[in-house]
């Protein structure tokens, strides 16, 4: 498909969104209009409420805040389960001995740890980081654990019959087959590193979008909630953006 025709019906569903959402929230439409502003808020409040935090400036403290958490949840979540799941996978043993306990640990509600991480290591930022790797790196773990056990046998057999050794195997062979498999997981970790760091913030914090958030919960601020919830979402489109271009540089071999 035409990469302007695509974007042209993203932003047609955006729109449409948006003009139901105002339909619904200022006639009667959909029922009372005051009923339902109040639980969905309006558009137009929640543009105007995200544009006086930008324009005051009072948003980006909050924003870098929670965008230090959720990038060191991610690059240390990211990195571990590479590093772990390509281990494992080249270990079966190992993967044996160790399967039960990991599958445990995954298992573990995050929300419970919060509490745990915050009481080891503060109100600070780095419970929020504790709390994004536990989400992050059972993803990476388990789709490079996957990617490295799918590469095709007779692929690696006609490379050791060419005389390559591990280290030649991981470059050539293992990294590039796994990558599409550790790309597809990042994507969906970046959203799981906001998560991360925006529930620690929430549960205990004195600043980042999480704390907003919960604050505009606290007196019922339905439009600030909206408005927090449209910048996280924001954020993360814009930080998945940025891996989509990582993606593409290092997967330009594959083919479309």
Do not use: C
């Amino acid at each position: 498909m035409n990469r302007g025709l695509l974007i042209s019906l993203q932003i047609l569903v955006a729109v449409v969104t948006l003009v139901l959402w105002h339909i619904a929230s200022s006639t009667t439409l959909f029922g009372d209009p005051k009923t339902i502003s109040f639980f969905f808020a309006d558009p137009i409040s929640v543009i105007k409420r995200i544009w006086t935090w930008f324009s005051s400036g009072t948003i980006w403290y909050h924003l870098g805040i929670t965008l230090t958490e959720a990038v060191l949840a991610f690059l240390i979540g990211a990195i571990g389960g590479v590093v772990f799941g390509f281990w494992f996978a080249r270990k079966p043993l190992l993967a044996a001995v160790f399967d039960p306990y990991v599958k445990a640990a995954n298992a573990l509600p995050r929300v419970v740890l919060a509490p745990i991480f915050a009481l080891w290591f503060g109100l600070g930022i780095w419970s929020k980081v504790a709390l994004g790797v536990t989400l992050v790196f059972f993803i990476v773990f388990f789709n490079v654990y996957q990617g490295v056990k799918e590469v095709s046998q007779p692929v690696l057999n006609n490379a050791r019959m060419l005389g390559m050794n591990e280290r030649q195997l991981l470059r050539h062979i293992y990294l590039p087959s796994a990558l599409s498999w550790v790309f597809s997981s990042l994507h969906t970790s970046v959203g799981f590193a906001v998560v991360g760091a925006v529930v620690g913030e929430y549960l205990g914090s004195a600043a980042g979008l999480g704390y907003l958030i919960h604050q505009a919960e606290g007196v019922f601020d339905v439009v600030g909630v909206f408005a927090g919830m449209f910048v996280l979402m924001a954020f993360v489109l814009v930080v998945d953006g940025l891996v989509s271009l990582v993606e593409k540089r290092l997967l330009a071999w594959r083919a479309s």
